[in-house]
């Protein structure tokens, strides 16, 4: 009896001291974790920290409902409805080095058109509505692509002469025409102008278009951002990658958003002729440069009338640099005279669009003359080009584009 009382009394004491046991472990476990919480905060608090760029987001600017006008040439907000309609006019601008640089009022095109005209020399179609320079130009002759990419903005065609097969669809046509004329056209004085000193102004170009009733475009532009989608986009771009993530990707997020800050576009062997762009991340801009590292500059003049004038006793130069830079590759050979191109305007072939520091590689096409360069993506979707000044290259199959 005395024997099982012992026995009691030592399970009940084991049982106390097992329970004293497991409270002592829990105690020791939890102080220690307590420790290394500790510990892993302080260090980090204490340790040295890799240094982070902070970029700050540019706002995105409003627009009151009532200015929602945008331009059919370039997109931008307009101040009136009755700019929309206003006269357009396509001006075959020269780009050679026999005094054609630097141009003058160049900066003010809505959209340029850039190919080559002969031996290699590049020439602009360059497109304005609402001009207001005071001087525009030089101003030389025509070829039957520019005309066919001048078509769709419904402008009357500024030049001087041209070859024979745009000549001859310009008067079947029955396109506004301004040719070479006095009335309407000057020619400046400064010697080192050579031949290239045919200029235009805007007060001139409003009173042909008055003088011949011609008050009226109807453009049909290239598809459009509004101003709110470009800066948008332009912002998203501005991280390597995006910031919200709404489902589950296998895909490389950082190149969703390629970022390319240099163009280099080759209509052949001479490098003053080819075009290299450089993306201002900060005014969303790329400027422009030849090929041989000279900055393309033009002379920007002042927005009134001061009479014939040379630009460069009234303008200042600045540095062309376009919203959205696009490269069409187009079929290109000599012309029967082995002189003039022979490009293919209407057609498709692959395309390169450059906008808010994307690369979008895709496809352009033009069913006809009269209808408007479309440009799609790899999914056959139409790309929407952001609003502002647009540069469109035809690079020739020979030529080349790197980015």
Not at 112 to 140: D, H, L, M
Not at 263 to 286: E, K, R
Not at 357 to 367: R, V
Request: hydrophobic share 35%; aromatic share 10%.
């Amino acid at each position: 009896m005395e024997e099982k009382i012992v026995m009691n009394l030592t399970n009940e004491d084991n049982r106390t001291l097992g329970k004293s046991k497991k409270w002592l472990v829990f105690l020791i476990i939890g102080c220690v974790g307590f420790v290394v919480g500790v510990g892993l905060i302080l260090g980090g608090l204490l340790m040295p920290r890799e240094e982070v760029a902070v970029l700050t987001f540019p706002t995105i600017p409003s627009i009151n409902a009532t200015q929602q006008i945008y331009s059919p040439l370039t997109g931008e907000v307009l101040a009136s409805e009755s700019q929309v309609s206003a006269p357009t006019y396509c001006i075959q601008t020269p780009n050679g080095t026999d005094g054609a640089r630097p141009q003058a009022g160049l900066n003010e095109a809505g959209v340029v058109f850039e190919a080559i005209a002969e031996a290699g020399i590049t020439r602009f179609a360059a497109i304005y509505q609402n001009p207001q320079s005071a001087v525009i130009g030089p101003i030389r002759s025509l070829r039957l692509y520019y005309l066919e990419w001048d078509t769709p903005f419904d402008c009357t065609i500024v030049h001087a002469g041209g070859a024979d097969d745009a000549l001859a669809a310009l008067r079947a046509g029955g396109y506004k025409d301004l040719t070479e004329n006095y009335t309407y056209m000057y020619r400046g004085t400064y010697r080192n102008r050579l031949w290239n000193n045919l200029f235009t102004t805007a007060s001139y170009l409003k009173q042909f278009s008055t003088d011949k009733g011609y008050n009226v475009s109807n453009v049909n532009g290239f598809k459009r951002m509004t101003p709110e989608e470009s800066n948008r986009e332009y912002i998203d771009n501005l991280a390597e990658e995006k910031l919200v993530i709404t489902s589950p990707t296998t895909n490389n997020t950082s190149e969703l958003a390629p970022r390319v800050s240099s163009v280099n576009l080759f209509f052949g062997n001479v490098p003053t002729y080819n075009v290299s762009y450089s993306y201002d991340l900060a005014s969303n801009t790329y400027k422009r440069s030849y090929g041989n590292g000279n900055a393309h500059e033009v002379y920007a003049c002042p927005a009134e009338s001061l009479g014939e004038r040379n630009p460069e006793d009234v303008c200042t130069l600045t540095q062309m640099s376009p919203k959205v830079v696009i490269a069409m590759v187009v079929s290109e050979k000599k012309a029967a005279d082995n002189y003039h191109e022979d490009i293919q305007a209407i057609g498709s072939g692959n395309a390169y669009i450059f906008q808010n520091g994307l690369a979008i590689k895709g496809t352009w096409n033009k069913a006809s003359r009269g209808d408007q360069i479309k440009f799609f993506d790899d999914n056959n979707n139409e790309i929407k080009l952001a609003p502002g000044q647009t540069f469109v290259s035809a690079i020739p199959a020979y030529g080349g584009v790197e980015y």
